[in-house]
């Protein structure tokens, strides 16, 4: 079967409706759980090991397949070609979060529209690891919208390139199967991916297979946020390019800066520099080259980015999946 160029869309305006499921529900907290089981299995036998984080990941893996073969049964059994679409969409839909990325940062933007500091505080916390007590307003909308470009690498764009690469591989199982391994291993780098004496060996294969994960859409969501931007009123395409390029490197971690630049380029903004995580300083680079004084406004206007190029590379990687097979 060719692959279906509407999988995207549908899983895209299946987000926006219905947004995430409940925790208890939600697959990805599915996979959370029996990470944690399989990491007590393979320290028991292995001990804190970077076998033993290999053997544990891959298991979370294989499990996570597993639970992705026992939803496209049924379906296998109806006579519609269609119908194995259906199980494929719902798999993309819950890799990808584009509405729960939203909200989260329009709680901050609406606390600070209100001159709520300390909900705020508490609002942005929930979405950055760094200490988060002693930010003023800047420091709060300048996190967020760090946040937001982020997420938007590895809560949307990474799971539309590989449903898209799935789907031409394999079909509708290949694209639910490829963007479900790659929200596995982005579950398992936020669980295990720590550089502390507990995950400093167990947790580098899921940190480096997510990186590997990323690395290609990291790069391509770069011209994809300078073609949103020039829909975007307020932010600059041109910006968003020549910064998101010139600062690409100018992160510890091998892709979070190509997004974290353009948007910085885009909004004219320099995010990133010196934070503190449980008290320790980490003296980082900024990132872009405008004001550090992020505003209320510089984060409205990040939200509506992250929702036109979320909108773009949906589009686009749905045009690659009806016009490549005719070839």
């Known amino acids: 079967m060719f692959p279906c160029p509407f999988i995207l869309s549908a899983a895209f305006l299946l987000d926006i409706l219905a947004g995430e499921p409940p925790n208890r529900y939600h697959p990805v907290c599915l996979i959370g759980r029996c990470a944690r089981r399989m ?25 996570a397949w597993s639970g992705c073969v026992a939803l496209f049964l049924p379906f296998s059994l109806l006579s519609s070609p269609w ?62 919208i760090e946040s937001v470009a982020e997420n938007l690498t590895d809560g949307v764009f990474s799971t539309l390139f590989w449903a898209t690469a799935g789907s031409l591989a394999g079909g509708s199982f290949g694209a639910a199967s490829a963007a479900l391994t790659h929200r596995v291993f982005n579950t398992l780098d936020a669980m295990w991916g720590k550089k502390n004496d507990r995950y400093r060996h167990f947790g580098t294969f899921a940190a480096r297979t997510d990186d590997a994960l990323n690395f290609i ?41 190509w997004s974290e630049a353009a948007f910085a380029g885009a909004l004219g903004l320099s995010i990133g520099g010196p934070v503190s995580y449980k008290g320790i300083p980490a003296d980082y680079p900024w990132i872009g080259a405008g004001r550090t004084e992020a505003t209320v406004k510089d984060l409205s206007l990040a939200i509506r980015l992250m929702w036109m190029t979320a909108a773009a590379g949906t589009a686009i990687f749905s045009l690659i999946l009806f016009f490549i097979p005719r070839f």
């Open 39 to 63: 990491e007590t299995l393979a320290r028991q036998r292995w001990g804190g090991t970077f076998h033993a984080g290999m053997a544990a990941a891959l298991a979370t893996c294989v499990s």
């Open 217 to 257: 859409p990291a790069r391509l969501i770069l011209p994809c946020i300078s073609l949103a931007s020039l829909f975007v009123k307020e932010t600059s395409a041109r910006r968003a390019f020549t910064t998101g390029w010139t600062f690409r490197r100018a992160h510890a971690s091998p892709n979070s800066a």
């Open 83 to 144: 119908a194995s679409w259906i199980p494929s969409v719902l798999v993309i839909y819950i890799c990808m979060a584009p509405r729960s990325l939203a909200e989260h940062a329009r709680n901050v933007e609406n606390a600070l529209r209100s001159g709520n500091e300390e909900e705020a505080r508490r609002s942005v916390s929930m979405i950055v690891g760094r200490d988060t007590e002693r930010l003023d307003v800047y420091g709060i909308a300048r996190a967020a």
